[in-house]
Structures are given as C-alpha cells and as structure tokens.
C-alpha cells in the first residue's frame, strides 16, 4: 500500500509561483509513474502532468505546457510540481497519484486506466 501526502498549497496572486511536493511511503517509489490531477469546484479531475518512473520523460496538460514543471526525487521519494505565471483558471484541488501505467498513458488517458494510488489533495487559489 502506497500512501501519499501533498504539501505546499496556499493563497498566490495571479502571476505569482507555487511549489507543490508529494511525499510517498509504503512501495517502490521508482517503479511508479507519477502524476498530478487538479479538480476545480463544480468540473471533472483532470490531468495536469506526470513523469516516468526515471524522470527522463514528463507530459503536460496543453493548459499548464510551458508554465508547470514537473520532477521527481528518488532518492527522496518525492514528486514535484513548479507552477510559474499562475492564471486564476489553475485553481483547484490537486492531487498527486502513482500508478502503474506509463507516464504517456497516464497524459492521454489520464486516470482511466491501471492501478493507482491518490493523496487527499492539498488546495491552490490563484486570485486576480
């Protein structure tokens, strides 16, 4: 079993950066693709990014492409995600997953497929 727990949300102004951590416990933290989902009030979860197992390959969200960054810490079993220039459409609950499909699979079929594990999500407010 795969525990997960977010950390690093909070209030920022349009514009401003937002560094948001999830740290994993309980599995083999480098066999997992990583992920991170956002669900604004009223819509549907998302999928915002995910990284390979290695860290070598990362896929975006064509809404967060070039804005975000996503990284991770094996040594530290820990997912990153940067969020630079944010726009008040980026607020959200985001949530950090590991699953067991590939970092590729995971940005075109988002959380549809394979086994995987969530955190409970740690909220972000983007304010104009």
């Known amino acids: 079993q795969v525990q997960l727990v977010e950390s690093g949300g909070g209030s920022v102004q349009a514009g401003d950066s937002l560094r948001l951590s999830c740290a994993t416990s309980?599995?083999?933290?480098?066999?997992?693709?990583m992920g991170w989902f956002r669900q604004a009030s009223g819509k549907e979860r998302e999928f915002v990014a995910a990284?390979?197992?290695?860290?070598?390959?990362?896929y975006y969200a064509d809404s967060v492409k070039g804005r975000f960054t996503i990284s991770r810490d094996n040594a530290k079993n820990t997912v990153y995600l940067q969020m630079n220039r944010m726009k008040p459409e980026d607020t959200a609950v985001y949530y950090c997953?590991?699953?067991?499909?590939?970092?590729?699979?995971?940005?075109?079929?988002?959380?549809?497929?394979?086994?995987?594990?969530w955190g409970k999500g740690t909220l972000v407010t983007v304010s104009s």
């Open positions: 997953t590991a699953r067991g499909v590939t970092a590729q699979a995971m940005a075109v079929h988002g959380a549809r497929y394979g086994m995987g594990y």
């Open positions: 309980g599995g083999t933290f480098s066999s997992y693709s």
């Open positions: 990284v390979s197992w290695s860290g070598g390959s990362t």
